[in-house]
C-alpha cells in the first residue's frame, strides 16, 4: 500500500515490483517482434519516468514499431505533480522529454502529452508556459480541466463507502487541498483560489486552440488517420487543423463505416 507521503517521492510506483520486471517485458516484446515475417506498427500508453529509468528501452520500442505514444505528463511544476502522484514529471518532464523525441528518437515518433489545468500550486502563466514548452519541442499536447469526481453526478451525490474503490486520495478528500463546491444550476464546480472549473475550462481553450494550428495529431488519431491511407510522413509534418480539414478525409471516414456495415450485414 501507498502511503501519501510517497506521492510526493521521486519513485515511481514500479519500485514496489521488481525492477527487473519492467524492461524484462519490453526486452522480450521487442526479441518476440524481431521474429516475425513482417513488420509492425502500434500506439500505446507509455509510463515515460520507466523510460527514463530504463534508457535501453527507448531504442527498444522505437526498434519493434512504435509509432506514436502518449505520455501522461499532467503537469511540470513540481509541488502540483507531486500531489497527483506524478513526482517525476515535475522534476524531470520538461528536460527529458524534449532528449528522448528529439535526440533518441530522432522526432520520429509521434509523441502526445496529457495536460491537467486546475491543480493546487499552478496558475494560468503555469498553463501557457507549459503549452509553449509543448509547441516549442514538437510534442503534440491537450489540457484537460480537472475533473474532481466526489460530486459528479454519476455518482448521484457524495459517494458511499462501497463506491469509494479505486477512487484516489485527492479526489476523495479535495477540501484538504483547498477546493471549495458550488451548486450552479444542476451541476457542482469545484472553485480553487478564486476560479470555478468553469473558469479554468474558459482559460485553456484557447491553449487547445494552439494546440490544435501546432501540433500534430494525437497518438490515437496517428492510427486512425493511417488506417484511412493518410501518409504517415503526412501526418507527422503537418498540424492537426491542416490533416483533419483534409477535404478527402471525411470521404474516407464514410466509405470506411459504409464499407464495414456492408460486411456485417452480409454476414448476417
Given at each position: 500500500e501507498i502511503s501519501r507521503s510517497d506521492w510526493s517521492s521521486d519513485v515511481c510506483s514500479s519500485d514496489l515490483f521488481p525492477s527487473h520486471d519492467i524492461p524484462d517485458k519490453v526486452e522480450a516484446w521487442a526479441d518476440m517482434i524481431a521474429t516475425l515475417p513482417f513488420r509492425i506498427q502500434y500506439v500505446t500508453y507509455l509510463?515515460?519516468?520507466l523510460i527514463h529509468r530504463f534508457p535501453h528501452t527507448a531504442k527498444l520500442l522505437q526498434d519493434s514499431g512504435l509509432l506514436a505514444t502518449h505520455f501522461g505528463i499532467e503537469s511540470l511544476t513540481p509541488k502540483a505533480s507531486s500531489l497527483i502522484g506524478k513526482a517525476w514529471s515535475g522534476k524531470h518532464a520538461r528536460d527529458?522529454?524534449?532528449e528522448l523525441t528529439k535526440n533518441i528518437w530522432g522526432d520520429k515518433i509521434n509523441v502526445f502529452i496529457s495536460l491537467i489545468a486546475g491543480l493546487p500550486h499552478e496558475t494560468?502563466?503555469?498553463w501557457q508556459?507549459?503549452?509553449e514548452w509543448a509547441v516549442d519541442n514538437n510534442l503534440s499536447a491537450y489540457y484537460a480541466t480537472l475533473g474532481i469526481e466526489k460530486y459528479r453526478t454519476n455518482y448521484k451525490g457524495l459517494w458511499n463507502e462501497d463506491e469509494r474503490e479505486g477512487i484516489s486520495y485527492f479526489d476523495l478528500h479535495a477540501?484538504?487541498?483547498g477546493y471549495k463546491f458550488i451548486k450552479d444550476k444542476d451541476r457542482t464546480l469545484w472553485v480553487l483560489n478564486g476560479m470555478t472549473e468553469q473558469d479554468v475550462a474558459n482559460h485553456v481553450a484557447p491553449l487547445n486552440d494552439y494546440f490544435d494550428n501546432h501540433c500534430r495529431v494525437t497518438a490515437w488519431g496517428t492510427m486512425e488517420l493511417l488506417s484511412l491511407g493518410i501518409d504517415q510522413q503526412y501526418i507527422l509534418d503537418n498540424t492537426r487543423?491542416?490533416?483533419y480539414n483534409l477535404p478527402?478525409?471525411?470521404q474516407r471516414r464514410q466509405t470506411f463505416v459504409?464499407?464495414?456495415h456492408q460486411k456485417l450485414i452480409s454476414e448476417l
Open positions: 509510463r515515460v519516468d527529458y522529454v524534449p494560468p502563466d503555469d508556459n507549459t503549452g477540501e484538504e487541498y487543423s491542416v490533416v478527402i478525409l471525411n459504409d464499407t464495414y
